[in-house]
């Protein structure tokens, strides 16, 4: 493959520019991010319909889809799940905008790596959500969705705490943990609902007896009547016992009976609920009919009483609902954050370092350098240099496959040897083909560990504005252009680049590298539409 580098007169970037009294609104729109000061568009001045159609057939043949897919099954909540895609679908962001997505990914990786415990699977914010919908419309709190309400309030205060160990520990951790250290301490967590909650409700849902004294009367007295009703059951039960009548207690609609499963007259007289041949009989006896009548009641009763515990736990829940509201906006927005760094840690991401051409030679600042992943070389090199640097840059889907491949291998491993143990235990010799079998899985990883994604080095000098790549068909050429435009849209959303060594990213190529990727894929000039899971790419 020969990348020829074409040199002319700086390519011109269009730049376009781009308080509520109440506490609660006003957080909440500072939680929202910022409007940015100096927006860029992702290509030229150019008709909005045609740019749109461009940019998603760009993002389809990119298969950015199946990456954002990848990002969010980091998340540890459904809200953030899908609240990390529709942030990775939004790939039409100004440079400030990038900036800012890329601090909060390099605050998650060294939160996570000071072992802040970001774990959010414990939140079901879908419960949550729909408590604070409930709650809005002036309808009673359902046990369960209070739980999660608790849960989401106490994995805030465990966040805060932990924030704030660290930061008495060395107060240089609020800058390194910045912006998330500030979205932290300025979130609400009120204790007085949890405790209220923890009151009246039990972990899985149900109200507590000690929840109020009606409700405690009420359930005595059902269990008080349960009781004689299967006494009452095993006395006739017993009476009717020969070999010729099988009798059992069972429950119809809430009322003890008796199935009869047989035509046989029966000693005790009672009310014909439901008959059939197979079924059998339901009898309920009339001794049992006053017991069940004042079951139902106290059964009422006991809805009654937790209903009430239920509304006042609304109305405690209704006097916070702000805080309530905005903490799940902030735990959601965490989740997805931390999801752009768990998967950039996983897939050993650097941070990228981008800037605008009117900042060449400034060095980068620190807020956007904490994160980066230098060697001791690369921290030498000039931004006067180069406007893209990425030696040893692996497509990310490509790399995933692979990684998928050796998992799944490595368990077919595992499998195969623990069945031909089982057979051996139970001595069932099936001759040489499990060995064969287990034999060609084992190579099938020794393969998959030889043949290791090659990565591509992309540098592009500063001077230097056009490429023009050639070489034979499956060279390498597609997947080029596609790592250099999957790079440009991961920083773009805050994602690290998944290379071995730092990388210096251009705005003005940062925008070009889009357009590399527009033309290939929108007039199909360079490369070819075939998906890369088509195994066509090395």
């Known amino acids: 493959m020969f990348v020829a580098p074409i040199t002319r007169s700086p390519i011109p970037i269009c730049s376009t520019t781009s308080s509520s009294t109440v506490a609660a609104v006003s957080r909440l729109s500072r939680l929202r991010g910022r409007p940015c000061a100096h ?12 740019k749109a159609s461009a940019l998603s057939d760009s993002l389809k043949i990119l298969e950015w889809d199946k990456l954002c897919d990848a990002v969010a099954s980091f998340a540890g909540t459904a809200l953030g799940r899908d609240a990390t895609k529709a942030q990775l679908s939004s790939v039409d962001v100004c440079f400030d905008e990038s900036r800012r997505l890329l601090e909060e990914t390099a605050a998650a990786v060294e939160l996570i790596k000071y072992g802040a415990g970001l774990d959010f699977t414990r939140v079901n914010t879908v419960l949550v959500k729909a408590a604070i919908t409930r709650v809005s419309r002036g309808s009673l709190l359902d046990g369960v969705e209070a739980v999660a309400v608790v849960g989401l309030i106490q994995l805030a205060e465990t966040l805060q705490n932990t924030l704030k160990a660290a930061l008495k520990e060395d107060a240089e951790w609020y800058n390194r943990f910045m912006p998330l250290t500030q979205m932290l301490l300025d979130a609400v967590v009120r204790q007085s609902f949890v405790k209220t909650a923890q009151l009246m409700i039990d972990e899985d849902g149900s109200v507590k007896d000690s929840a109020s004294s009606e409700l405690r009367r009420s359930r005595d007295q059902v269990r008080v009547l349960e ?18 009548s099988t009798l059992e207690m069972c429950i119809v609609n809430g009322r003890c009976c008796i199935k009869v499963m047989t035509n046989r007259s029966t000693t005790f007289d009672g009310l014909l609920l439901s008959s059939g041949s197979r079924a059998g009989s339901m009898l309920e006896p009339i001794a049992a009919v006053p017991l069940n009548d004042e079951l139902q009641r106290a059964r009422a009763l006991v809805i009654k009483a937790e209903e009430e515990v239920l509304s006042k736990l609304a109305d405690k829940m209704l006097a916070e609902i702000d805080d309530i509201q905005i903490l799940l906006q902030i735990i959601i927005r965490l989740d997805v954050i931390t999801a752009r760094a768990k998967y950039s840690l996983a897939y050993d991401g650097t941070f990228p370092d981008i800037y605008m051409p009117s900042h060449i030679g400034r060095e980068p600042s620190d807020s956007l350098s904490q994160g980066a992943t230098t060697s001791s070389a690369s921290s030498q090199l000039s931004r006067r240099n180069w406007k893209l640097y990425m030696p040893k840059s692996y497509h990310p889907l490509l790399l995933k496959r692979h990684r998928e491949d050796l998992h799944n291998a490595k368990k077919d491993v595992v499998d195969a040897t623990a069945e031909i143990r089982r057979n051996l235990l139970g001595k069932h010799i099936e001759g040489n083909d499990g060995d064969t079998h287990l034999a060609s899985m084992k190579l099938r990883v020794s393969e998959l560990e030889k043949n290791y994604p090659v990565p591509v080095d992309l540098m592009i000098t500063e001077n230097t504005n056009v490429l023009v790549i050639t070489g034979p068909n499956t060279g390498g050429k597609t997947i080029s252009l596609k790592t250099v435009g999957l790079a440009s849209l991961m920083t773009k ?46």
């Not at 927006?39 to 045609?50: A, F």
């Not at 805050?494 to 990727?517: E, N």
């Open 227 to 244: 009781q004689k009703l299967y006494q009452l059951m095993d006395k006739l039960i017993r009476q009717e016992n020969n070999e010729t």
């Open 493 to 538: 959303t805050g994602l690290y680049i998944v290379m071995l060594y730092y990388i210096i990213f251009s705005c003005q190529l940062f925008l070009l590298s889009a357009g590399i990727v527009f033309v290939q894929m929108k007039f199909n000039i360079l490369g070819n539409q075939h998906p890369m899971y088509f195994n066509l790419f090395t």
């Open 39 to 50: 927006s860029r568009p992702l290509l030229g001045p150019v008709d909005r319909s045609s």
